[in-house]
C-alpha cells in the first residue's frame, strides 16, 4: 500500500497544474468558422438551421470554441460564475454585415467591443435574442426598425436576460 504522504507528494504536480491561468503558448484564440455541423454547446441544436446571430468562447484547457445557437444562450453561459472563470475570448456575429437569416460563417468579431439591441422582434434559434454589432450606429438603426434598446457588453447581466424571457412569456414586469 502507498504511504498517504507520498501518494500526495505524487499528485501535488498534476493539481497544481490546473492553477495555471495563463494561455497556452502559441494557442490561437481567433474566431473560427462555424460549420453546417456544430452543435449548440447549451442545447445541442444544430446551430446553422437557425437564424440569427451565434457566438463562440474559448476556455481555459480547450483547443476548439464552443459554440452557441444564439446570442442569449451565449450570454445565458457567460453570466455563470463557473463560466466566468474559464473565458479566454468570446465572438459574435456582427449583426451589420451578416444577413439575419443566415449569418454565415464568418463576419465574428469580439463580444466585449460589440454593441447589442435587446428586446427587438427579430428572433433567433431560442426566441427573443439579442442582436449583436460592431458599430453602435448600425445597432441604434437595428433597434430604430425592430424595436429593443441598444446595450455595452458589461450590460447584458442575468437580470437583463431573465427580462426578455419574461416579456417572450407575456409576463411584462415593471
Known sequence: MLNPRLY????LPWLLAGCDEAPEPGRSLE??????GDECHVCGMIITRFPGPKGEVFVQRREAPLKFCSTRDLFVWLRQPESAAIVEAVYVHDMG???WDSPGLEHLIPAGSAWYVV???QRGAMGPTLASFAERGAAEAFAETHGGRVLGYEAIDL?????MTRNEAGMQHD
Open 159 to 163: 437580470e437583463v436576460l431573465e427580462g
Open 31 to 36: 474566431p473560427v468558422a462555424i460549420e453546417a
Open 97 to 99: 454585415q451578416a444577413a
Open 119 to 121: 428586446g427587438s422582434g
Open 8 to 11: 500526495m507528494f505524487l499528485l
